[in-house]
């Protein structure tokens, strides 16, 4: 997956420094993500599966000089609203707004969906995936 705009490379301490400001541990496949890419818009990728289709808008970047980072988001959706279990990170948002959360409770790291717009009880959706998956997935077609 490429991704435009990238924030800054990131070091294994900068990391450990995110992991530490939200009491966190990210699975393996998460930092070595992180470490090769820090954030900023995948090239055209919309995320289908039976319960969802959805464009994936941007990796959000877990430290940036110049836009909000995936901490902050985790702040202010896990800490302050409590949206979402405390081992959920966010890690993407789609075009809507809404969020992607990897679980970092897990090895592989799985990822879950949050759909504010629904009516339904239950707003956070298990993609039945892990996060390297998640990147891995096949592109949808860009529309002509």
């Known amino acids: 997956m490429e991704f435009l705009n990238p924030d800054q490379l990131l070091t294994d301490a900068m ?7 939200c009491r966190l541990v990210f699975p393996a496949p998460v930092r070595e993500f992180y470490l090769k890419a820090n954030g900023g818009e995948p090239e055209f990728y919309v995320f289908q599966n039976d319960e969802l289709d959805t464009a994936v808008s941007e990796f959000l970047p877990l430290v940036s000089r110049s836009r909000g ?4 988001s985790y702040r202010r959706l896990v800490t302050e609203k409590a949206l979402v279990p405390v081992n959920l990170f966010p890690f993407a948002v789609d075009g809507g707004g809404d969020y992607f959360f990897v679980d970092t409770s897990t090895a592989e790291g799985a990822v879950y969906f949050y759909r504010s717009d629904t009516v339904r009880d239950e707003k956070l959706v298990p993609l039945n995936l892990n996060f390297a998956a998640f990147w891995a997935t096949p592109i949808a077609e860009r529309p002509s």
């Open 15 to 21: 990391i450990d420094q995110c992991e530490e400001a």
């Open 69 to 72: 980072t995936a901490v902050q």
